[in-house]
């Protein structure tokens, strides 16, 4: 259970990136930038095998990082929450001007080093759980993921389809309400007419009987 792959970009534009193991996480983590860009600021987890990619975009820039799935979600956003503390204090605003990897000389360090201690520090997790229980508070963790199709050219983001359910059982509880009360109308429209059938019924009886009988008895019923 460990991060394998970090990212710092603005935009497309890629600042540092490094990566513990050979894949072709790099090439997800464009993909997954460009979706980024029409994105507001948030916090975002894509699947792929059996890897989550979590980012996390702030003030135009993008922190992301790669683990395995099993890693959970808490301790790689803790991560990457480390990580833009780090990378602000460092640069503070040249960022935002500055060219593609600029600080991937100095900063990769960084990431290698961080990455190493949240994955294999036992105290990292005891120090940081209350840290990540905050933010957790703080940012609306979408649960479902998608993974990425087999030729990587389409991402989906977890809030289309969030938005999705929310309106489609918004819609069923309307037409639930709507059912209920239709069917409420058709019963009591169906007990009015029962009970006018019986009346109906019951007079048709009686005086059909009235009519077979001497008018004393009939009178006598009466």
Known sequence: MTIVYAMVARGSVVLAEYSSIP???????????EKMSIVADSR???????????????DGLIFLC????????RLPFTFLEDIRSRFIKAYGRTCHTALAYAMNDEFSRVLAQQMEYFSNDPSADSINRM???????RYVMLENIDKVLERGDRL????????????????????????RSTMCWRNVKLMSSLILLVLVVA??????YCDGVTLPSCRSLI
């Open 131 to 137: 840290k990540g229980e905050i933010n957790q508070v």
């Open 23 to 33: 894949s072709n996480a790099s090439t997800v983590a464009r993909q997954i930038l």
């Open 156 to 179: 989906e983001l977890l809030a289309d389809k969030t938005s999705n359910i929310q309106n489609r059982a918004f819609r069923f509880r309307k037409h639930a309400r709507q059912f």
């Open 66 to 73: 790669m683990a395995d799935d099993t890693f959970g979600r």
């Open 44 to 58: 975002i987890s894509y699947s792929q095998d059996r890897f989550i990619f979590h980012v996390t975009k702030a």
């Open 203 to 208: 007079y048709i009886g009686l005086a059909v």
